[in-house]
């Protein structure tokens, strides 16, 4: 069975710094994907972030990066230099590629940028 | 990219009516589709597996004769919550997987209910 914990349910970061909003994931399958999403108050699902589990490097996109430490078991997403925008709900997710596409949900973070 | 459409929106409905929502893949087609249910301040919970010519997975605690899918086509899926009561009031996402899309799974801009 898979499971995605996310310790932190709210963290308050000042504009223009950098947060990291934690991730931790098990799973006894080889062959899985990580996925981080952002849903703002509207309700939608924002795709911000993938890492495989085969991957040598850790994924960036943008201003998005994610620290992936496989012995761990994490997959820590790191916003730099935040923006009043930024400010939403954010989960972790995992795809076990032995379940089709399914995705499980982590609990959230809810992100609030300081002006 | 891809987008996926619900229909609609919000609802309002009362208590005991039966409510449709549908979800679309606008540009892709997918053989499978995800129904999650988002209630206030939780995170997303999977309801169901929409499979295109097959019945639908429930995943477990999901009574499927009040949460009815119907995977029409390789473009539309549709969630019908029967009798609606208030503790149904919830936010309903769909998501679909766009193969060759990379690993990317394409949502749906969700669906609140209110039932009173």
């Known amino acids: 069975a898979q499971k995605i914990t996310q310790t932190q349910p709210g963290m308050f970061v000042q504009e223009k710094e950098a947060v990291t909003l934690d991730c931790t994931y098990d799973?006894?399958?080889?062959?899985?994907?990580l996925f981080w999403y952002k849903q703002p108050s509207s309700g939608e699902m924002i795709f911000l972030i993938y890492q495989g589990s085969y991957d040598q490097q850790n994924a960036t996109e943008g201003r998005y990066s994610l620290n992936f430490q496989k012995a761990r078991k994490s997959a820590n997403l790191v916003i730099s230099a935040s923006q009043l925008g930024d400010s939403a709900m954010y989960f972790c997710a995992m795809r076990d590629h032995n379940a089709g596409n399914m995705l499980t949900f982590g609990g959230g973070t809810r992100l609030m940028v300081k002006p | 990219g891809a987008v996926v459409s619900q229909h609609p929106s919000w609802v309002i409905c009362k208590s005991g009516t039966s409510v449709k929502i549908e979800c679309r893949s606008l540009d892709f087609q997918a053989t499978t589709m995800f129904w999650y249910r988002q209630f206030p301040k939780q995170s997303l919970m999977l309801m169901a597996t929409?499979?295109?010519?097959?019945?639908?997975?429930?995943e477990q605690g999901v009574e499927k004769d009040k949460f009815l899918i119907n995977h029409a086509s390789l473009t539309l899926s549709t969630l019908t919550v029967t009798s609606a009561h208030p503790e149904d009031s919830s936010f309903y996402i769909c998501?679909?997987?766009?193969?060759?899309?990379?690993?990317?799974?394409?949502f749906g801009p969700g669906t609140r209910l209110t039932v009173l």
């Open positions: 799973t006894s399958d080889p062959s899985y994907g």
């Open positions: 998501s679909a997987p766009r193969l060759g899309a990379g690993n990317e799974q394409f």
């Open positions: 929409s499979n295109e010519g097959s019945k639908a997975t429930y």
